[in-house]
């Protein structure tokens, strides 16, 4: 079993950065994914790192802008989102893939956090 607990999250204005945390708790030797849900809408793929942060996957709307890291000494997974837009707002999750391979769907992830809010106003 892994918990996840996500936090960070707020209101920034257009432009601005935040920075989401991912503390894992249980066995954590897994996938890590940020994926993000705006009320009406299904939720999303935003970023992915694999056990060792040496492969990453973005979502081609925060490439060049989002970074994903981890530190496993500290079971803590972050998203570091820059230049910030409104169209970013949205309920943020962290999860858990029991694989080598990195995912997109959220099929892919078997264990997911509570999620935290951003909200980017303009």
């Known amino acids: 079993q892994v918990q996840l607990v996500e936090s960070g999250g707020g209101l920034v204005q257009a432009g601005g950065s935040l920075r989401l945390s991912c503390a894992a708790s249980?066995?954590?030797?897994?996938?890590m994914g940020w994926f993000r849900q705006d009320p009406g809408k299904e939720r999303e793929f935003v970023a992915a790192?694999?056990?060792?942060?040496?492969?990453?996957d973005y979502a081609d709307s925060v490439k060049g802008r989002f970074a994903i890291s981890r530190d496993n000494a500290k079971n803590t997974v972050y998203l570091q989102m820059n230049g910030l837009k409104p169209e970013d707002t949205a309920v943020y999750y962290c999860a858990a893939r029991p694989s080598s391979w990195l995912g997109r769907k959220q099929s892919d992830y078997d264990y997911w956090g509570q999620g935290t809010q951003v909200t980017v106003s303009s």
């Open positions: 790192i694999s056990w060792s942060g040496d492969t990453t």
């Open positions: 249980g066995r954590t030797l897994y996938i």
